[in-house]
C-alpha cells in the first residue's frame, strides 16, 4: 500500500476566533483528494482546533452541524495535526 502523502495550503486570517482556512490535499498512489474548506478556529488561553466541513442541519429548532467526511480516529488526529503544524509555521 503507498503512503498517503499531506499537503495542506493555510490561509491565515484573523475573524474573531477563526484564525485560518486550510485546504488539504491527500496524494495516493493512483491520485488524490483535496479537501477544502477546514477552518483553524482559536480561543484567547487556549490551543487551536480544526473543525472540518459540515453542512448545518435543524433538530428541535436548533442548528446542528454533520460532518460531510467521516475518517478513523487515527487518520483524523494525522490531517489535525498537519493542519495545526503549518498554522504554527504561519502564526511564527
Known sequence: MTEIQIFVDLTP???DK???IA???LRFGCGELTIRG?????TP???PWVSFPSIPYEKEG???YRD??????????RL???ILEEHGKAQS
Not at 477546514?38 to 482559536?42: D, H, L, N, P
Not at 460531510?68 to 488526529?77: M, Q
Request: aromatic letters at 10%.
Open 23 to 25: 485546504d488539504v490535499t
Open 13 to 15: 486570517l484573523q475573524r
Open 68 to 77: 460531510v467526511l467521516e475518517f478513523s480516529r487515527a487518520f483524523k488526529k
Open 80 to 82: 489535525t495535526d498537519a
Open 18 to 20: 477563526l484564525q485560518a
Open 45 to 47: 488561553g487556549k490551543s
Open 38 to 42: 477546514c477552518r483553524v478556529y482559536c
Open 62 to 64: 436548533q442548528t446542528r
